[in-house]
């Protein structure tokens, strides 16, 4: 019988994770979306276990899984082979690659979701065909995929990618030292933040960026006032990684880019006046083809260039 290669993949986020089955032409067999279980590491390692024995237990039998691919939101070292997730109970270098082969058998390709957005969008997105590209996301928190010759950048200790810490305020903040300035001015958490303290909608509590950018659609003048100034600065930040790396493309991912706006064209228009000119010339800035599933199709597409066939 001849078998057909495919891998598990989960993208494990803050809230949700995403889990799925996909052949090596890329193609979906199924996919499916839950909370995210948060009380504890054990918790989350039996949830983990538990997905993927679902998707092996619906495969089709002429399927060969080599391996399964996780991606997940903070810092995976690869030499001590631990993950570090401060927004995830008990993920504080957790072992998580050895508890799950413990537990499935199976080989367990481990990376951060930053590194899975840009493998997704390069695989079956906007960026197919390309091998030098960013993807920038901008939601909660600030992070960058980077792809240079066709290869995931990971730095010597696996932090290569976090752009939230890009210095662009000569005045320094208190703030910047738990974020990084790049985050603190223009992330989602710290739009809904700066609307909040700048009273954008009164005493109304729990301001999210949504309902910033879904006031600058509206033509609030208010909102544009304070999205002004979060625009120079995601404009400052891209300006920073064109000019640095030379991308072919520079991807926009994340809550914030999740719809198309007003704000893409002014991002597009702001970094042109502070990056090199000819990289600037040469670059394609674009939003996500892929959005949310872009993690899940990057898990697969890691699992599937680092493991052998079954």
């Not at 090596?24 to 590491?41: C, F, H, V, W």
Request: net charge negative; proline share 4%; charged share 20%.
């Amino acid at each position: 019988m001849t078998h057909r290669r495919a891998v598990v993949a989960l993208d494990v986020g803050g809230t949700k994770t995403a889990a799925g089955l996909f052949l090596e032409t890329g193609e979906s067999l199924n996919e499916k979306t839950i909370p995210t279980a948060r009380d504890s590491a054990q918790e989350s390692v039996s949830q983990l276990v538990s997905l993927v024995e679902e998707a092996l237990g619906a495969a089709p039998r002429d399927l060969s899984i080599p391996a399964v691919g996780i991606v997940v939101p903070g810092w995976v070292n690869r030499r001590e082979r631990t993950v570090w997730a401060p927004n995830l109970c008990g993920w504080d270098h957790l072992p998580l690659q050895s508890l799950l082969e413990q537990r499935l058998q199976l080989p367990i390709v481990l990376d951060s979701d930053r590194s899975a957005y840009v493998k997704g969008e390069t695989w079956l997105g906007i960026a197919q065909g390309l091998t030098d590209i960013v993807f920038l996301a901008v939601g909660t928190g600030i992070g960058a995929g980077i792809l240079s010759a066709g290869r995931i950048i990971h730095g010597y200790d696996d932090l290569a990618g976090a752009v939230g810490w890009l210095a662009l305020n000569p005045v320094f903040e208190e703030l910047y030292a738990r974020m990084g300035c790049f985050e603190a001015e223009a992330s989602g958490n710290s739009i809904g933040r700066k609307a909040s303290t700048e009273r954008l909608f009164g005493d109304r509590p729990g301001v999210t960026a949504r309902d910033v950018l879904a006031a600058l659609e509206s033509g609030d003048e208010r909102a544009r006032a304070l999205m002004s100034g979060v625009v120079v600065y995601l404009g400052m930040g891209i300006a920073n990684l064109v000019s640095t790396l030379n991308p072919q493309m520079v991807v926009l991912g994340g809550g914030v880019f999740q719809h198309p706006s007003r704000l893409f064209d002014q991002v597009r228009a702001e970094f042109r006046r502070w990056a090199q000119p000819f990289a600037a010339e040469r670059v394609r800035v674009e939003l996500s083809m892929l959005g949310e599933r872009a993690g899940l199709a990057g898990a697969a597409c890691i699992a599937l260039e680092n493991s052998l066939p079954a």
